[in-house]
């Protein structure tokens, strides 16, 4: 959308903003995102409320997985344009993702409540109306919508598809086909119109039209979910798993899609990965009250068997270690070495490394009980050390040619080493990652959509180390990995500094840094591109408390910490942020009744501003931070 009134100012100071308007939006369409968000910055450096470029970025950062900067920009722009019912329901979609759901409920109350003045005011109410449930109103909407704009594609479209969803499908058909006839090129009423056909069995036709849908709009994910939901119609799970994966990609906060693979998943017996999936899409549905899918349905399907045949590998010793690092979460212990000791990797290939970092050796009777089910095991005990000294003691001990990193509570499921590993059978296979699921302890609020972000064909969790990037075996950037799973050549590990010191006890806050990252950020400064083992995969655990305000703010100061530490370490000074209020990191805070990106935004700033100050404080710890390599630390 192109606005009269930013032209006529761009063009009273001489500048050229139809060029740089049109420079950005082609960055953006080519994908190099980072040019195109430097465009639009350029754009309000000189006129800070222009609409454009404050819609472009929005729809940048939202692409990006940065929802409150697209709010923060759709809020401008909502300001200057009030009236403006498709900025109002985009600002009200993302506040929706971002958890915000009362904020988001008001605005769609406040839409339907308005007196629509022409076809499209009624359209757009009737989105709202669909939003906040009330469907009968919504498709009343639409009519009159259809009767004032009888031209307009986009209302058919939408009573169409409200038509298709009821059950009916000849009213359903013959509004999606007047959208078709009146937008040609337009694949949404297309896709919906291949779902129409997919209820009544024409399988082929759907297949067609859902094909011709994504060829039209392939940035549409709707499109996308139509190809999928008809492939897995025809039984192709394959093509129905990529389908929802470009999908993904496009729009990693889709319900319907997490819903889609979930179904998949399920039906391949995949009940671990059915279950992470479903769990993604209760958390991201709009009703908190009702969730979008049948979580009961899968928990009674049986789980992974440990009796399975070994994947013979040639002979000649181990060639892989495992290394996990033990602390006082013994549950969390027991969980990784189940799924280590489930393995159809040829035992006698791989040898597993577990160093027990505890005070008291509490991981011991864990360790004692697993050790007998592996053929190649070290237990080596760390007392009192950080989890930096626990990493160099297992590299130190382990004889593997290849590194796996498994955090505790990452529990691989079975075929996990042998399709992690296989990668490395060519010579110039250095680092390779595995899927990472996220496994919840309890349902999280929708909240979680807001941290959801792009990567590769799929997704990303990067606060809680999830990955999910698709079905299709890729390379990938080093730092796309999850830093709690990846598997690194020995060869790769010694020409990298080490990891930098991780997961420290709260006394020893200030000495923490982003742990295992470090390699892979190494990694990709060297160039160093990262296999993606798409048959790999692991199941995270995440505490309940994690998700909570508390567990909120904890992680994210951690976070915070963890930036200064490398700050300091890219610039060798510190950068006092003294506005910032600072809590010391034994004093948390409570339950708090704010929103989520206020918490983490919180959180982050005091865990930065606290480590410029101990920083300051201590020329000791400067030195510490500041330090070459951490391998013989």
């Known amino acids: 959308m192109v606005f009269k009134q930013s032209e006529v100012f761009w063009r009273q100071r001489d500048i050229p903003v139809e060029s740089l308007l049109e420079t950005a939006r082609a960055m953006e369409r080519e994908g190099r995102v980072a040019a195109a968000a430097a465009a639009y910055r350029q754009l309000m450096r000189v006129s800070p409320n222009d609409p454009d470029a404050l819609i472009g970025l929005s729809e940048l950062s939202a692409r990006l997985g940065?929802?409150?900067?697209?709010?923060?920009?759709?809020?401008?722009?909502?300001?200057?344009?009030?009236?403006?019912?498709?900025?109002?329901?985009?600002?009200?979609?993302?506040?929706?993702?971002?958890?915000?759901?009362e904020v988001a409920t008001g605005i769609w109350r406040q839409l339907a409540q308005r007196d629509p003045q022409d076809g499209a005011d009624y359209r757009w109410r009737g989105q709202a109306l669909e939003k906040l449930g009330r469907t009968d109103e919504a498709r009343a909407a639409y009519v009159v919508s259809a009767k004032i704009a009888p031209d307009d594609a986009e209302t058919f479209c939408d009573l169409g598809r409200l038509d298709i969803s009821a059950g009916r499908n000849r009213d359903g058909l013959r509004n999606l086909l007047r959208a078709v006839e009146l937008s040609p090129k337009d694949g949404l009423p297309l896709s919906w119109l291949a779902r129409a056909m997919l209820s009544q069995d024409r399988l082929e036709e759907a297949l067609k039209t859902a094909s011709t849908a994504v060829d039209l709009s392939p940035d549409k994910p709707a499109c996308w979910i139509a190809l999928?939901?008809?492939?897995?119609?025809?039984?192709?799970?394959?093509?129905?798993?990529?389908?929802?994966?470009?999908?993904?990609?496009?729009?990693?906060?889709?319900?319907?899609?997490?819903?889609?693979?979930?179904?998949?998943?399920?039906?391949?017996?995949?009940?671990?990965?059915?279950?992470?999936?479903?769990?993604?899409?209760?958390?991201?549905?709009?009703?908190?009250?009702?969730?979008?899918?049948?979580?009961?349905?899968?928990?009674?399907?049986?789980g992974?068997?440990?009796?399975?045949?070994?994947?013979?590998?040639?002979?000649?010793?181990?060639?892989?270690?495992?290394?996990?690092?033990?602390?006082?979460?013994?549950?969390?212990?027991?969980?990784?070495?189940?799924?280590?000791?489930?393995?159809?990797?040829?035992?006698?290939?791989?040898?597993?490394?577990?160093?027990?970092?505890?005070?008291?050796?509490?991981?011991?009777?864990?360790?004692?009980?697993?050790?007998?089910?592996?053929?190649?095991?070290?237990?080596?005990?760390?007392?009192?050390?950080?989890?930096?000294?626990?990493?160099?003691?297992?590299?130190a001990a382990a004889d593997g040619g290849v590194f796996v990193v498994v955090g505790e509570g990452v529990r691989p499921l079975p075929t996990f080493l042998e399709n992690l590993l296989r990668p490395f059978r060519d010579a110039d296979t250095l680092l390779a990652m595995p899927r990472v699921l996220p496994g919840f302890d309890k349902t999280p609020s929708n909240w979680l959509g807001g941290m959801?972000?792009?990567?590769?064909?799929?997704?990303?969790?990067?606060?809680?180390?999830?990955?999910?990037?698709?079905?299709?075996?890729?390379?990938?950037?080093?730092?796309?990995?999850?830093?709690?799973?990846?598997?690194?050549?020995?060869?790769?590990?010694?020409?990298?500094s080490g990891p930098h010191p991780g997961d420290t006890s709260l006394e020893r806050l200030q000495f923490a840094g982003p742990g295992a990252a470090s390699l892979l950020t190494e990694a990709e400064a060297n160039a160093v591109p990262c296999h993606y083992a798409a048959g790999a995969t692991a199941i995270r655990r995440i505490d309940g408390r994690w998700i909570e305000p508390n567990g909120l703010f904890r992680r994210a100061f951690r976070r915070g910490v963890t930036a200064s530490f490398?700050?300091?370490?890219?610039?060798?000074?510190?950068?006092?942020?003294?506005?910032?209020?600072?809590?010391?990191?034994l004093e948390w805070v409570g339950p708090m009744d704010l929103p989520v990106d206020e918490i983490l935004k919180s959180g982050w700033r005091q865990g930065y501003a606290w480590h410029q100050r101990e920083v300051n404080r201590d020329k000791g710890l400067w030195r510490f931070v500041l330090k070459g390599s951490y391998r013989n630390y």
Request: with cysteine.
């Open 452 to 496: 959801l972000s792009p990567a590769g064909g799929g997704w990303r969790l990067e606060a809680y180390g999830c990955v999910d990037p698709g079905e299709e075996e890729v390379s990938l950037r080093a730092t796309e990995a999850s830093a709690d799973c990846f598997a690194i050549s020995r060869e790769l590990l010694e020409r990298c």
């Open 66 to 101: 940065n929802l409150n900067a697209s709010v923060d920009a759709l809020r401008l722009v909502c300001r200057r344009y009030p009236d403006n019912h498709a900025l109002q329901f985009r600002l009200a979609e993302r506040e929706h993702a971002r958890g915000h759901n």
């Open 228 to 302: 999928g939901r008809v492939e897995t119609g025809r039984m192709a799970l394959r093509q129905a798993a990529n389908a929802f994966y470009r999908a993904l990609s496009i729009d990693p906060r889709s319900v319907e899609a997490h819903t889609g693979l979930a179904e998949l998943r399920l039906a391949q017996g995949r009940a671990d990965e059915a279950h992470a999936s479903y769990s993604l899409a209760m958390a991201l549905s709009v009703s908190d009250d009702a969730p979008p899918v049948p979580l009961d349905a899968i928990l009674s399907v049986g």
């Open 304 to 395: 992974q068997q440990e009796d399975l045949p070994g994947y013979m590998l040639p002979p000649g010793g181990v060639t892989s270690s495992v290394i996990v690092i033990g602390t006082s979460r013994i549950g969390d212990l027991d969980r990784t070495l189940t799924g280590l000791a489930a393995q159809t990797l040829r035992p006698d290939s791989y040898q597993v490394v577990v160093v027990d970092t505890s005070a008291e050796h509490v991981c011991a009777p864990v360790v004692a009980r697993f050790a007998p089910r592996f053929q190649n095991f070290k237990h080596l005990r760390a007392e009192g050390t950080d989890w930096i000294d626990g990493w160099n003691s297992a590299v």
């Open 566 to 585: 490398e700050d300091i370490r890219a610039d060798s000074v510190q950068v006092i942020e003294g506005s910032v209020p600072v809590s010391p990191p």
